[in-house]
């Protein structure tokens, strides 16, 4: 094979590398870029900009040789995972301290960066990638977390790349552990969480959700172990709650975070492609293989995460107790909550899930933020008094319009100067004549 320089190429080793030679083209270079499933069809469509000319797949593939026949179109597959002929990054720039958790996808680790000395979260596949389907699973979260980007209430992501191929994710460390993990110590101590935190815990999740819903995207895993929680270090800067003035700025305050993660099951809305979560967890719509309210299904989950998290015992994974839940019902729980508190997590888990309400409807859920109710209160009525004060404006105005001069008309009081003498007009800047 001669590339274009009329030289030889190398002969391709057992596997592809991941960065492109000087010597590839810019069509060949274009083929070892994934397409991420998850970006927005119209951003997909422009993701090349050359010599200040956006470029589109059309583009491209009427550029590229036989550009008619689909053989010569970019694949949905374009960049293999394994990179055997480079050092271990991961050796490199990270010192593993300690395991910290193990999944079905692989085992996370904390490790601290060496260049930055900070703490991060490693999740490492358990076993190698056996195939294309093991790839696609591997990069699925991968897909899913680039997308999202950052959200305060969203497990941070970092970087990814591939080892030998081992998938390795680079992702926020949370501090706090799982809520899985808290929920056990409570067990053991028979404690729960009581109703405060739970409506905290709740609020959060649901701005996480909210966030993961208006991109598109469906989590499909929300349960107690994909649920992870920061404690802010006594050592950051207080933050005054006069100062936080919006929504996107209240969790500064907040002493706990939660946040969402392990995106390994999560869905396009638009184009489903689901694979089944956690049973326990599991809306019955989703093993009916009903995708029209997919958004929903996290409602679900999440509402039974919560009765969890407030002592409730494990739930079933099938059988009569799972189906006896999928009717409406909550599990018993070890506390009594208030009743408004317990009518909203029974609608999280309404059979209908168009009657559950939305991850939207819940961050503003009076419930979970009494104080949104205040807010809007006071705002409403600054609002009449802005009103008033722009009534008040304007009537002052035509009262004032209406007593000033007329044509012909003079206002007593007030001597008038006669227009056509012309002794007293004088031009600005003008000398006046001295006697």
């Known amino acids: 094979m001669i590339s274009s320089a009329g030289k030889p190429l190398p002969r391709s080793s057992k596997h592809l590398k991941l960065t492109p030679g000087p010597f590839i083209d810019e069509m ?3 083929a070892l870029v994934n397409i991420n499933p998850f970006t927005p069809e119209s951003y997909r469509k422009q993701f090349l900009i050359s010599n200040g000319k956006r470029k589109t797949r059309g583009d491209l593939e009427e550029s590229s040789p036989g550009g008619g026949k689909g053989e010569q179109g970019l694949p ?27 999944g079905d996808f692989g085992t996370v680790y904390k490790c601290i960066k060496r260049l930055d000395g900070c703490v991060y979260a490693i999740k490492r596949s358990t076993k190698p990638l056996g195939g294309l389907s093991d790839e696609n699973l591997a990069m699925h979260e991968v897909y899913a977390h680039a997308v999202l980007g950052h959200h305060p209430h969203v497990v941070r992501y970092y970087s990814a790349w591939a080892e030998d191929d081992y998938m390795i994710i680079q992702n926020e460390y949370c501090n706090g552990g799982s809520l899985q993990a808290a929920i056990t110590e409570n067990a053991k101590s028979g404690n729960h969480f009581p109703e405060p935190r739970l409506k905290d815990i709740l609020l959060q999740i649901s701005l996480g959700l909210r966030y993961i819903h208006n991109s598109g995207m469906v989590h499909l895993d929300m349960k107690p172990s994909n649920i992870f929680i920061c404690h802010k270090m006594q050592s950051d800067s207080p933050v005054v709650l006069e100062e936080v003035e919006n929504e996107a700025d209240w969790f500064l305050s907040a002493d706990v975070m939660y946040k969402i993660g392990d995106l390994g099951h999560v869905a396009s809305i638009s184009n489903p492609k689901v694979e089944e979560g ?9 093993l009916q293989e009903n995708y029209q309210h997919l958004p929903k299904a996290d409602i679900f ?27 409406g019902n909550l599990p018993d729980l070890p ?18 899930p168009a009657e559950r309400p939305s991850a939207a409807a819940l961050a503003k859920s009076r419930v979970l933020c009494p104080s949104l109710g205040k807010t809007e209160e006071l705002q409403h009525q600054l609002n009449l008094e802005k009103f008033k004060t722009a009534t008040l404006e304007r009537e002052l105005k035509e009262a004032q319009q209406a007593q000033s001069p007329k044509d012909g008309h003079s206002v007593p009081g007030v001597s008038e100067t006669p227009t056509g003498s012309s002794s007293t007009k004088r031009l600005v800047g003008g000398k006046s004549a001295k006697s």
């Open 278 to 286: 956690d049973s326990r967890f599991l809306a019955n719509e989703i």
């Open 335 to 352: 506390q009594e909550l208030s009743k408004e508190f317990h009518q909203l997590l029974k609608s999280m888990i309404h059979p209908d």
């Open 28 to 30: 060949t270079s274009l």
């Open 76 to 102: 949905a597959k374009r960049c293999v995972l394994r990179e055997t002929n480079m050092a271990s990054r991961y050796e490199k720039e990270f010192l593993e301290v300690e395991k910290i958790g193990v």
């Open 301 to 327: 989950a999440l509402g039974l995460t919560i009765a969890v998290a407030a002592g409730a015992e494990s739930l079933p994974a099938n059988g009569t107790k799972w189906h006896h839940i999928r009717e």
